[in-house]
T-cell receptor, first 118, second 117 residues
């Protein structure tokens, strides 16, 4: 079974509008971390936002917020006021267990290609 | 955030030759480094994890004799693709973490696009 599922291969949004990118995860661990990364066409991985499994508040970082629904095992990324520069591939990732040293391991979803239209 | 530099960003090599990719942590000591492979329009797949001074731990299905990883210092890890073939053409990206790093502190290099002709 996939540990990270991103069901939207591609999404389109109009500039200045908000968009939600879906991510569901599967783990039996109590301690885990959820990440969103942005990958523009240049290939670099840009860290956007993080949610720890024990964090009670949804994470927010500027225009990015993470809608964390633990019971549903979902961690959707919300981008508000989309900009043309937001057009990129977006990956959801999970770190399971108490990761330290070589136990730290990120599992990535297949990604969602977001296109922001002017 | 911390800086991880990966070099080269692009490389084209002939089939049968070896290619070395470097990953350097510029402003922290990278006790653990991770190497990922990404096929076009696909996800990142972890190839191996290395701790400084130790042998790398390879993920299932990754040929350790083909993808040689060296992590000889706290600031440098290298991935050598030996006897490269066209099917090895891919995007390779490293990530580095320091001792006691927070969960979010896995810093990525810029990636290397390898084309084997």
């Amino acid at each position: 079974a996939q540990k990270i599922t991103q069901t939207q291969p591609g999404m389109f949004v109009q500039e200045k509008e908000a968009v939600t990118l879906d991510c569901t995860y599967d783990t039996s661990d109590q301690s885990y971390g959820l990440f969103w990364y942005k990958q523009p066409s240049s290939g670099e991985m840009i860290f956007l936002i993080y949610q720890g499994s024990y964090d009670e508040q949804n994470a927010t970082e500027g225009r990015y917020s993470l809608n964390f629904q633990k019971a549903r095992k979902s961690a959707n990324l919300v981008i508000s006021a989309s900009q043309l520069g937001d057009s990129a591939m977006y990956f959801c990732a999970m770190r399971e267990g108490r990761g330290g040293g070589s136990n730290y391991k990120l599992t990535f979803g297949k990604g969602t290609l977001l296109t922001v239209n002017p | 955030g911390a800086v991880v530099s990966q070099h080269p960003s692009r490389v084209i090599c002939k089939s049968g030759t070896s290619v070395k990719i470097e990953c350097r942590s510029l402003d922290f000591q990278a006790t653990t480094m991770f190497w990922y492979r990404q096929f076009p329009k696909q996800s990142l797949m972890l190839m191996a994890t290395s701790n400084e001074g130790s042998k790398a731990t390879y993920e299932q299905g990754v040929e350790k004799d083909k993808f040689l990883i060296n992590h000889a210092s706290l600031t440098l890890s290298t991935l050598t693709v030996t006897s490269a073939h066209p099917e090895d053409s891919s995007f390779y990206i490293c990530s580095a973490r320091g001792q006691g790093a927070a969960d979010t502190e896995a810093f990525f290099g810029q990636g290397t696009r390898l084309t084997v002709v």
